[in-house]
């Protein structure tokens, strides 16, 4: 195991890997398996901030579980330009989700103990190997419900297990974190899991490019939206692709462009001292008060009193 101490926030990415996650959110690592015993699990234990503002949650491939193992507190997250959801969690209590995209958060700790949580990532070969096993269907048909502030003690028997193994001398027992990893993924499965197509409006834009297309606009941030461009991405007409993206997200491919923009934004005037013209630039608009206005209408205060707030 190793101990850390983080208190900065780093600049964000769009997508990130569950070992660099634990840079972007403020407070202290207490505890991380690194061992050989944690192949298809990767977990640790956070202490964290008894106010944390919002802040933008970079995409994983794996599926996360979060645990709240100490504390209470009124969590709060929304997608990128969406309503605030509120969930007070307390010992015992978990969040379930493996997003495609970036998400934003914020709580509030509450009462005198500290709030802490232990984070537990699925290693994305074990979680297919298992979903084709449970289900007879490759993983990519299937997706896992999001899961904000649920109980369930069959899950937490097997996190406190986990948690024990992670905390014990020597590293914890592979052959046993091996079989609690494949017990976590089938109930996890078993549980929490339904087909894509269920998942998604009937005649929407499948996973994969969704996906596929989502990606393009993140590494194109600072260019002018091209819905040619895009809809070849998905190998479609721009016509039949901007329909079936709207089914699938709710919103059109141009506002979905910019409502990526300004989570880019946000997250550059949240995480770093960069002013307000460059990222205006770095985002794609050469003009400041035009991203200004922009920037008002989807966050609903300007650039500059968002920095400060």
Not at 104 to 121: C, I, N, S, T
Not at 188 to 200: C, G, K, M, P, V
Not at 212 to 229: G, T, Y
Request: hydrophobic share 40%; glycine share 6%; charged share 20%.
């Amino acid at each position: 195991m190793t101990v850390d101490s983080r208190e900065e926030i780093s600049p964000v990415p769009l997508r990130t890997s569950p070992a660099g996650l634990e840079t972007y959110i403020a407070g202290r690592t207490l505890v991380s398996g690194d061992g050989p015993a944690w192949t298809d699990l990767f977990v640790q234990v956070f202490s964290r901030l008894t106010v944390q503002r919002p802040f933008l949650v970079p995409a994983v491939a794996e599926p996360l579980v979060v645990w709240v193992i100490s504390g209470q507190a009124c969590v709060e997250e929304r997608d990128l330009g969406g309503e605030w959801e509120a969930n007070t969690v307390r010992v015992g209590d978990f969040f379930l989700t493996r997003s495609p995209t970036p998400y934003e958060m914020r709580w509030r700790a509450e009462g005198d103990e500290p709030f802490q949580v232990m984070h537990l990532y699925l290693s994305v070969p074990l979680f297919e190997r298992v979903a084709e096993t449970v289900l007879g269907k490759a993983a990519s048909a299937m997706r896992l419900r999001d899961i904000s502030g649920g109980r369930d003690q069959h899950l937490s028997s097997m996190l406190e297990l986990i948690h024990a193994e992670l905390t014990a001398e020597g590293q914890g027992s592979r052959l046993f974190v091996e079989g609690l990893a494949q017990a976590l993924a089938v109930h996890l499965i078993r549980q929490y899991a339904t087909s894509d197509a269920e998942a998604r409006p009937s005649n929407a834009l499948p996973g994969a490019k969704l996906r596929r297309a989502v990606a393009f606009m993140e590494a194109n941030l600072q260019e002018p939206f091209d819905l040619a461009r895009l809809a070849q991405t998905a190998g479609m007409s721009a016509f039949h692709f901007s329909r079936l993206f709207k089914k699938a997200t709710g919103l059109s491919p141009s506002r979905y462009f910019i409502r990526q923009r300004i989570a880019k934004a946000q997250q550059l005037l949240q995480e770093t001292s960069t002013s307000i013209i460059e990222i205006s630039m770095s985002v794609g608009y050469s003009s400041p008060s035009h991203f200004a206005q922009i920037f008002r209408r989807e966050a609903g205060v300007s650039p500059s009193n968002y920095r400060r707030s």
